[in-house]
């Protein structure tokens, strides 16, 4: 059985004990044992982290230390995947830049906050990871984003002529990197789309 850890914690307005609850139980159904922490400190331990095959982080905003951040570098780099959603995973640790490279990208803006209507295009329906999945609409934070040409855009939005990005892989070192920009809140993680987008990323990444 496959082991997974979430962290939640930081910003308290992306809900994150509610979205890691959805999570953990979205990992349950797919044959995960899930260990569900409101501490950065449970990424101390090196060598847990790299018995792992998930880690899956809800941890907006906030600061990490060394001792915390470089064992999750370490597990990725080895192989261990890592996956999250909105500001839990693509707004997180806003001084570490090795985060972000880790990640792929890192917010901007949201431009009209919340409560912004926008259509979220499937680019690869040719992926295993978008099959069957058609266009679709939110009503929630449009995420602006700087990203790493180096990702594969499977899904995207507009900003006017702009293009993009809300779901991508890639990978760093020997581990696979999944991210999703919805997901504002718990309502926008249950969404059938949203869910059904996060459990294939989640088992895609996973080592």
Same mark, same amino acid.
């Given at each position: ?29 797919? $044959?995960? &044992? !899930? ?7 449970? +990424? *101390?331990? %090196? ?69 912004? $209507?926008? &259509? !979220? ?7 295993? +990871? *978008?099959? %069957? ?75």
């Amino acid at each position: 059985m496959k082991k997974a850890l979430i962290v939640q914690g930081g910003w308290d307005g992306h809900q994150p004990k509610e979205v890691a609850e959805i999570f953990a139980e979205l990992l349950r159904k797919e $044959n995960f &044992t !899930v260990e569900v922490s409101d501490t950065l400190d449970s +990424l *101390m331990d %090196g060598e847990k982290l790299l018995g792992l095959h998930l880690i899956v982080p809800v941890w907006t905003m906030g600061s990490i230390s060394p001792e915390q951040l470089n064992p999750l570098l370490a597990a990725v780099k080895s192989g261990v995947g890592i996956a999250g959603c909105h500001g839990g995973l693509g707004d997180s640790f806003r001084n570490e830049t090795e985060f972000q490279y880790m990640v792929g990208g890192q917010w901007v803006a949201h431009p009209g906050n919340d409560g912004v $209507n926008y &259509t !979220v295009h499937i680019k690869r329906k040719d992926h295993p +990871l *978008m099959a %069957g999945l058609e266009d679709f609409q939110v009503c929630s934070e449009q995420y602006y984003m700087h990203v790493d040409p180096a990702i594969q855009v499977l899904a995207t939005t507009n900003f006017g002529e702009v293009e993009m990005p809300v779901v991508w892989t890639k990978t760093y070192g020997d581990g696979k990197v999944f991210y999703c920009s919805l997901g504002h809140q718990a309502d926008i993680v249950s969404m059938p789309e949203t869910l059904a987008i996060m459990k294939r990323g989640f088992v895609w990444a996973a080592k």
